[in-house]
Nanobody, 115 residues
Framework: QVHLVESGGGLVQAGGSLRLSCAVS????????MGWYRQAPGKQRELVAT???????VYADSVKGRFTLSRDNAKNTMYLQMNSLKPEDTAVYYC?????????WGQGTQVTVSS
């Protein structure tokens, strides 16, 4: 069982920045597919950014150039640096890891961007 714990959400004005963290309960060295999703009220959960099994990083078009995905294997932690935030980025952000054919999710962290 893999446990994911998100932190770093909050309320920020448009144009501001936040850094989300996802702490993982085991070593992430062997977890190739992990990333961030978000879900806004009344909308489906959508991909924000993810590391792929091929070793690349994929971003949603809406966040390209503003968000940066990174990971620190020594700390078993993944990060999402979010800059130039917009009101439409408001959502609950979820950390996700795919390992041994199982999909794991964190509890989510709320990000609210005021205009």
């Amino acid at each position: 069982q893999v446990h994911l714990v998100e932190s770093g959400g909050g309320l920020v004005q448009a144009g501001g920045s936040l850094r989300l963290s996802c702490a993982v309960s085991q070593t992430i060295f062997s977890i190739n597919v992990m990333g961030w999703y978000r879900q806004a009220p009344g909308k489906q959960r959508e991909l924000v950014a993810t590391f792929t099994s091929g070793g690349s990083t994929v971003y949603a078009d809406s966040v390209k150039g503003r968000f940066t995905l990174s990971r620190d294997n020594a700390k078993n932690t993944m990060y999402l640096q979010m800059n130039s935030l917009k009101p439409e980025d408001t959502a609950v952000y979820y950390c996700n890891a795919f390992l041994l054919l199982e999909n794991y999710w964190g509890q989510g962290t709320q990000v609210t961007v005021s205009s």
